[in-house]
């Protein structure tokens, strides 16, 4: 069996170059390696976790009632996904595996997670791959976190809220002579509770849930402090 250093390279290595800090401070051993090409092994790694973070929010109820607590399931394995896999561009690679995960379950007639949900998934791996260039110490890797889930979760709720109101205009104009079917498209688009019951609290818990997914995904696979080092120290 050869070794997996030996593994045919897919994409050249100035392509999806590595991030230093995440490689260096990463809680998992990255499987990324300094002076290598990006292998199949990193690409199926990526994938994974973008597959992971749509089924995380898709199937995983918590029921707490809370207005954007969703964002810990996309944040939080992607966060892991850059822990194994460190480099430039990896989390718009989660993203797209992500965003086709949730269409085969539309395609396959499962269950989908709504318009606000949907937007997080797709947005949070590319703001981690623009936050993450920022991250050059370890409390700015932490911040960067915190600045992609606080940002993502902020435009999920700008989507949901526009959605919710699309299903209250529908719901006011589409019972005449349009058999009520705009109010029942907004009603899916939107999903969940009424626009007056939920923006009082979705207007401060979004950008909350986006801060703590950001800080707990940070905490959960990366050190504060380098624990190693490009020269093997």
Not at 52 to 59: D, E, G, M, Y
Not at 91 to 114: D, H, K, P, Q, S
Not at 196 to 205: F, G, H, I, S
């Amino acid at each position: 069996m050869q070794p997996l250093t030996r593994e045919v390279p897919t994409i050249r290595n100035d392509v999806m170059p590595l991030l230093h800090e995440p490689w260096a401070r990463a809680r998992l051993q990255p499987l990324s390696l300094p002076a290598g090409s990006v292998r199949t092994l990193e690409i199926s790694a990526l994938v994974f976790f973008g597959a992971l973070a749509a089924c995380l929010s898709t199937f995983i109820d918590l029921k707490l009632r809370i207005p954007g607590h969703r964002i810990l399931f996309a944040v939080l394995p992607l966060a892991a996904g850059f822990a194994l896999v460190p480099r430039r561009g990896a989390g718009t690679v989660m993203g797209a595996a992500a965003l086709a995960t949730i269409g085969v379950f539309w395609v396959g007639g499962l269950r989908v997670v709504g318009i606000g949900a949907l937007a997080s998934l797709t947005l949070t791996g590319p703001l981690l791959d623009l936050a993450l260039r920022w991250g050059r110490t370890g409390t700015r890797l932490y911040l960067a976190f915190v600045l992609a889930g606080t940002t993502s979760n902020v435009v999920a709720f700008l989507v949901r809220g526009s959605a919710k109101v699309v299903a209250l205009q529908g719901m006011g104009g589409g019972g005449g002579g349009g058999n009520g079917s705009g109010g029942g498209l907004g009603r899916s688009l939107a999903g969940g509770r009424p626009l007056a019951d939920w923006l009082p609290n979705a207007v401060w818990t979004y950008a909350l849930a986006g801060i703590l997914a950001g800080l707990v995904s940070a905490l959960v696979w990366f050190h504060l402090r380098a624990r190693r080092s490009l020269d093997g120290t």
